[in-house]
């Protein structure tokens, strides 16, 4: 019996062409085959490389207003769908989602593309992924762009506060078994649609429709959920252990009303971080930065990375 809901034809028929069809004809479109996982991603441009990992309930169509910018000044561009979403592989089992697991897949991915090492930008689960890759494999992360995910250190003491956890009832709601799975699919998606109510301009009719697209991928429901129930279950004393220093150059960007996370999370303790540049704080803009302020996180994003370029001939 299968571990794993693979991404078949019938899966991608409608959706192989996402990426071209959306952005244009220089954006590319790929799997990684990375272990026993295969990870779908779409790419552009050439020069350093940067990996753009996205949130819940996003896939690589997040980064949509980011990809090729960020091409155009001369940086390599790639964006997979996690596992569990979308056109990558769907692992059946809460274990299949822990963090190891999904580190393993980021830092598998930036060697399947050619290189030794990234620049790294995570939204909100994408950004917990990419907290726990600089922290367990330093080596493969050159700079750490994180757009609202808390520090994991920060993410725990929130849940401490009766505020943070109001906020966060549904990492609660999401480990009950079976449960969440009919709720979110009733009412075409209105669960999954209503977190992304928040973002202004709101998501267009079109924009949303490719949103459920792909949450209607065969098992990516229990694939997304099973993020959190991983998260939850997972022991204190484990998470505590795997906390490291973080040596990359990091920049943490924050939407200030974001509605998920208190705005006292954004700002990682200094022994954690101790190369953080800043955390720059957006006040108008929602839990969905990268979409409400597009133009403003993509050249912050430029300005940090930066550093990585060739130097231009004068």
């Known amino acids: 019996m299968s571990t794993t809901e693979d991404p078949g034809t019938s899966a991608s028929g409608t959706a192989e062409q996402q990426a071209s069809e959306l952005l244009g004809s220089d954006v590319r479109e790929g799997y990684a085959d990375i272990g026993d996982t295969r990870l ?15 949130g819940f309930p996003e896939f690589w169509y997040g980064w949509r207003l980011q990809i090729q910018p960020l091409a155009a000044a001369g940086f390599r561009v790639v964006a997979p769908d996690l596992r569990g979403y979308n056109l990558s592989s769907r692992p059946k089992g809460v274990k299949a989602y822990d963090a190891g697991q999904l580190t393993a897949d980021i830092r598998g991915l930036i060697h399947e593309r050619g290189a030794t090492s990234a620049m790294l930008v995570g939204h909100d689960w994408g950004g917990t992924v990419a907290w726990d890759l600089a922290m367990s494999h330093p080596e493969v992360v050159d700079r750490l ?37 009919s709720v979110v699919h009733a009412n075409r998606w209105h669960f999954f649609r209503h977190f992304l109510r928040d973002a202004r301009p709101a998501y267009t009719p079109e924009e949303m429709d490719r949103y459920i697209q792909a949450w209607s991928q065969p098992g990516a429901a229990t694939g997304m959920i099973n993020y959190y129930r991983s998260s939850v279950r997972t022991s204190p004393k484990k998470a505590e252990a795997a906390l490291r220093p973080i040596s990359a150059p990091t920049l943490v ?62």
């Open 253 to 314: 960007i924050w939407g200030q009303r974001d509605h998920y996370l208190g705005p006292e999370l954004a700002e990682p303790e200094h022994d954690d971080v101790p190369n953080l540049d800043r955390v720059e704080r957006l006040p108008d803009a929602s839990h969905w930065v990268h979409h409400d302020e597009a133009e403003r996180v993509t050249q912050l994003l430029i300005d940090f990375f930066a550093p990585a370029l060739p130097a231009k001939n004068h």
């Open 145 to 181: 762009a994180i757009l609202n995910a808390a520090h994991p250190r920060k993410l725990s003491q929130g849940l401490h506060h009766p505020g943070q956890l109001r906020k966060s009832w549904y990492f609660f709601f999401f480990d009950l078994p079976e449960l969440p799975e």
């Open 40 to 54: 779908h991603y779409v790419e552009a441009g050439d020069g350093p490389l940067i990996v753009l990992l996205h």
